[in-house]
């Protein structure tokens, strides 16, 4: 009889930073597990920096666990991803999804069916909605359309969103390889894929309100958002600095994709089955 480890062939690894979410992260994860076939998606949790159960509420509802006692949102992301690489080979591409219960889980399969049809990088925007507006504070709506239009012009592309919840290919994070570990974890995938011309896709995604907890970035002061968007400006620019310092790197990603990336970024939605 064979192992779990050797049945268990997921190809999507649903990838939660968690940061001192004990009180929701437990919801986030049933609600994931019992919307998403468990054949195909694993949920994997990085606890960063937590001070409180957010591992072991998350252990006690079936999702693997990666900890780091490094706080910020990247370092939650990638110590997961380390787990992910390390253990399941099969997984072809990671989903980011909000810990906090934001992301709809609905939404997943969105991103999924884009990747299917060829995008490598599906990123779920909220921002084209404005239903999502009574969620998302004004100052945090206006920052993230701010956001965007900066990202757009370090990467060459416009994009309507820094969306938590994207879909990121297995070899195409590994070339980008991320350096910014906080605040700019989101916008330096966006400027590098979009340098290195892979293929981006943006579709329309919900916004909820946060299940338990405090917000740490959404949905706080004008002054911490001004703050945290400096911060995310002047990791953006350190992206595109760094792109500019490696340009083989354009070369080698696409003979990593050979043929399965297609050569030009998308500049509308994605098409429909």
Known sequence: MQSAERTFRP???LIIP????????GRV????????DP???????????????TGEVARGCGALV?????????????TAIDLVAATLPSVRAYIFVAGDGASDPRDVHKLVAAYEQGYVFVLGARTGQLRNWRIMRFSH???????????????GRWFKDLAPLRLIDRELIEAIAPQEKTFGWTIEPQIIAARLSAAICEVPANERPRLAGAQKVSG???????SIGCRILVAGFRARSRFQRSPGSVLSIEESYAGSVRATIRTTGCPKK
């Open 141 to 155: 709506v206006i920052a993230n359309f701010a956001l965007a239009l900066w990202c757009g012009l370090l990467a």
């Open 11 to 13: 190809q999507f690894a």
């Open 220 to 226: 706080v002061t004008w002054r911490r958002t001004f």
């Open 29 to 36: 994860v049933d609600e994931l597990s019992g919307t998403l």
């Open 66 to 78: 990666a900890e780091t006692r490094e706080r910020g949102y990247g370092h939650g992301c990638q």
């Open 39 to 53: 054949e195909k998606f694993v949920i994997v949790v990085g606890v960063n920096g937590s001070s409180d159960r």
């Open 18 to 25: 968690a940061c001192d979410e004990e009180e929701c992260i």
